[in-house]
């Protein structure tokens, strides 16, 4: 061979190479192309990306300038894919879907220690938060984020959210996807400094001298919430409907700020077993007596489909459930 020939042929074989990716267009052009190639329309290619259709027409025009071809063929109410186009598009849709699978697995490997809790603001704070930080004693490498929202109900079902706790009726499915934790039940509690100031309280008649607190009916018309209230005239109906209760000394759409107030000394609270756990358990908050009101509902622990599917997760449902059974306070 001589070296014209081996010349040659080293040209050709640069001539096949592939272009250099440093001079390739936008990856935020292809993927436009790629949505316009699809609906073959940029009026619905802009729709969908929220954008105007000059701006798609620009983007198409640099990328067909870029590459130096035709991608489409415009008609008068149609667009069609040149062959070009069609190849172009093949290529495209495979890069872009590797990508977007690289992406998941990264993001997976990522997150493998992660898990994602949904609820309601009190839920959360309350009870879940102090769940999260036993756990993390118990297994450092665990992370956790948490999404609080009354106004929200349907956090619980983004993608990203591997639980959630929800309250139910006697209607929700238990099964793989949905497991019972315990029954809504409520108890007159205060702090034992208000206990020892305005007691004795030895029956419902006593709590007529109390700074009765509770919650303003806005927190019980969130959407992430919406169920028949609970107040003090609903407990002193159940316990001694012959009393017509005081008007409450102080009202709040927020738990929290309720507990906050209780545990200052202000009053009396509801409170709702599971969300006074903790405070009662560390005698921060008492009950005034053995007089629950179990509200006929009940809270659920719901699982991401695929979520359900990792050990970590599989490992905290375990121990959220061990926990619940331990407490054992929150039935009747």
Same mark, same amino acid.
């Given at each position: 061979m001589t070296e014209t020939d081996g010349s040659f042929l080293k040209a050709d074989t640069a001539s096949r190479r592939p272009p250099k990716r440093r001079h390739l267009p936008s990856l935020g052009s292809f993927a436009t192309f790629e949505v316009a190639a699809k609906h073959r329309s940029f009026t619905l290619a802009a729709e969908e990306l929220h954008v105007t259709q000059a701006a798609i027409s620009q983007q198409i025009r640099g990328l067909e300038k870029a590459i130096d071809c035709q991608l489409f063929t415009r008609k008068h109410n149609s667009m069609e894919l040149t062959v070009e186009g069609q190849a172009l598009l093949e290529g495209v849709t495979h890069g872009l879907d590797r990508l977007s699978?690289?992406?998941?697995?990264?993001?997976?490997?990522?997150?493998?220690?992660?898990?994602?809790?949904?609820?309601?603001?009190?839920?959360?704070?309350?009870?879940?938060?102090?769940?999260?930080?036993?756990?993390?004693?118990?297994?450092?490498?665990?992370?956790?984020? /948490? /999404?609080?929202?009354?106004?929200?109900?349907?956090?619980?079902?983004?993608d990203e959210v591997d639980l959630a706790m929800i309250?139910?009726?006697?209607r929700s499915q238990i099964g793989d996807n949905l497991i019972h934790l315990f029954p809504e039940v409520v108890d007159p509690v205060c702090a034992p400094g208000y206990l020892a100031a305005m007691g004795p309280f030895d029956g419902p008649e006593d709590l007529l001298r109390a700074d009765l607190m509770e919650l303003h009916?806005?927190?019980?018309?969130?959407?992430?919430?919406?169920?028949?209230?609970?107040?003090?005239?609903?407990?002193?109906?159940?316990?001694?409907?012959?009393?017509?209760?005081?008007?409450?000394?102080?009202?709040?759409n927020s738990?929290?700020? /309720?507990?906050?107030?209780?545990?200052?000394?202000?009053?009396?609270?509801?409170?709702?077993?599971?969300?006074?756990?903790?405070?009662?358990?560390?005698?921060?908050?008492?009950r005034l007596f053995d007089l629950p009101l179990n509200a006929g509902r009940s809270y659920y622990l719901k699982l991401n489909r695929t979520a359900r599917e990792r050990q970590l997760v599989k490992d905290f449902v375990d121990f959220f459930r061990a926990e619940v059974a331990k407490a054992g306070a929150f039935a009747t």
């Open positions: 699978d690289a992406i998941e697995r990264i993001s997976q490997n990522a997150d493998r220690k992660m898990i994602t809790i949904a609820s309601t603001y009190a839920a959360i704070s309350q009870y879940i938060k102090p769940l999260t930080d036993d756990y993390r004693s118990i297994v450092p490498e665990a992370r956790f984020t /948490l /999404l609080a929202s009354d106004e929200n109900d349907r956090v619980q079902d983004f309250c139910g009726n006697e009916r806005m927190h019980w018309s969130s959407q992430a919430i919406s169920w028949y209230p609970l107040r003090w005239s609903d407990w002193f109906r159940h316990h001694a409907p012959e009393i017509h209760e005081p008007a409450p000394q102080f009202v709040t738990y929290t700020t /309720l507990v906050d107030a209780a545990l200052a000394g202000e009053g009396v609270i509801l409170g709702w077993r599971h969300l006074v756990f903790q405070d009662a358990a560390q005698g921060r908050l008492v």
